[in-house]
């Protein structure tokens, strides 16, 4: 599916997008990151298998809100991502929201999920299963950064057809390991929603959905950052209930109706904070940062004031505003000295 707009996409056309980024590694080296992602979304859809076979649902929900904890700390120590009060906010108030809608699931669980060993067990895979999504999104953005250097849409269509053809291939590989191949036939034709044909469309739709959910994931890990994408879709975690009630005529109870309201607002505690950078780096009015003082206009030096850009004479450096945790793109031949002195083209 994805491989007839990466086709359209020609390499020309794609690259106008970042005219000046620096050259990306060698295709051996993009390959091989490629398949060592493709292997780690292999296992974290494993483990999270095994957990959902292991524990109710409402824990499985639970102990999963998690994976933004842990990409917290992943996206700190990995991406240098730094943390204000409102992306704290947002993260500890996402978590929470997630964690109290599972809460209010839990008289829908059934009781036979398993005994004590195996809830033990599905507990401690589901936490794995949950670091592992959250390191996976940390070395996808850093992949983006620092081994592809690009944030076209062609690149993020190749690491996601790539990554997901490895991870594809892991599974097809343990379901004909474990044998489990041959009770598919079973499983179609005992499907109690219209048998065969409607288990295909079921499973056929699962994978487009997912497919275009990991491919918004990837874009915004490429175009903003890793930590965002996470926020974005944990955001959706509280908008099910909502379709529940119009699609299957599920009750919305109290604690949904304030889970989401807390989604909401932890979403927006992370917006606003985006929109602060964005009056920092480039001022109230959008242009010239004359308002508050912005950092345009405060950060700037003369090229004599600084002995690398004063060796470069003719050669007059241009930049965008350099910001990291935007996700926004350097460009020019200096663009790490840049990002420490910024001399902008008058």
């Known amino acids: 599916m994805l491989l007839i707009p990466l086709l359209l996409l020609t390499p020309r056309a794609t690259d ?21 992602l493709g292997l780690l979304v292999g296992c974290e859809n494993l483990l999270y298998s095994y957990a959902m076979l ?3 649902v409402s824990t499985f929900s639970l102990v999963s809100a998690t994976q933004l904890a842990f990409h917290a700390v992943t996206s700190r120590f990995i991406n240098g991502q730094r943390f204000t009060a409102l992306i704290l906010n947002s993260v500890v108030v996402l978590t929470f929201s997630a964690a109290l809608l599972a809460v209010d699931g839990g008289s829908d669980d059934s009781s036979g999920a398993g005994n004590g060993k195996r809830r033990a ?5 589901t936490l794995c299963a949950s670091a592992v999504y959250a390191l996976t999104l940390s070395l996808f953005e850093m992949t983006f950064e620092k081994v592809i250097r690009a944030r076209t849409l062609r690149w993020v269509l190749t690491v996601q057809v790539a990554t997901s053809a490895v991870a594809s291939w892991v599974s097809v590989a343990g379901m004909f390991a474990s044998g489990e191949w041959r009770a598919i036939r079973g499983e179609a034709a005992a499907f109690e929603h219209g048998g065969t044909a409607a288990y295909v469309a079921t499973v056929v739709g699962m994978a487009v959905g997912w497919q275009a959910a ?12 890793s930590l965002f994408a996470n926020v974005t879709g944990t955001l959706a975690l509280p908008l099910v209930p909502v379709f529940a009630v119009a ?14 309201l807390m989604a909401v607002w932890g979403f927006l505690s992370y917006v606003y904070q985006h929109h602060l950078e964005d009056c920092r780096l480039f001022g109230a009015d959008g242009e010239n940062g004359e308002e508050n003082g ?4 405060k950060g700037r030096r003369t090229a004599a004031a600084c002995s690398v ?13 350099p910001a990291p945790d935007l996700g926004v793109t350097y460009q020019g031949a200096l663009a790490f000295h840049l990002s420490s002195c910024p001399n902008f083209d008058e």
């Open 214 to 225: 990991t491919l918004g994931a990837k874009w915004l890990v490429a175009r903003v950052s």
């Open 121 to 125: 067990l599905g507990f401690v895979l």
């Open 309 to 321: 850009c004063s060796v470069r004479t003719g050669h007059r450096a241009q930049a965008v505003v």
């Open 54 to 56: 292991y524990l109710p």
């Open 294 to 297: 912005s950092s345009l206009q």
């Open 16 to 36: 106008a997008e970042e005219p000046h980024r620096p050259a990306a590694a060698t295709g051996k080296v993009v390959a091989a990151v490629c398949v060592g």
């Open 247 to 260: 699609m299957f005529g599920d009750k919305m109870t109290g604690i949904k109706v304030v889970a989401m």
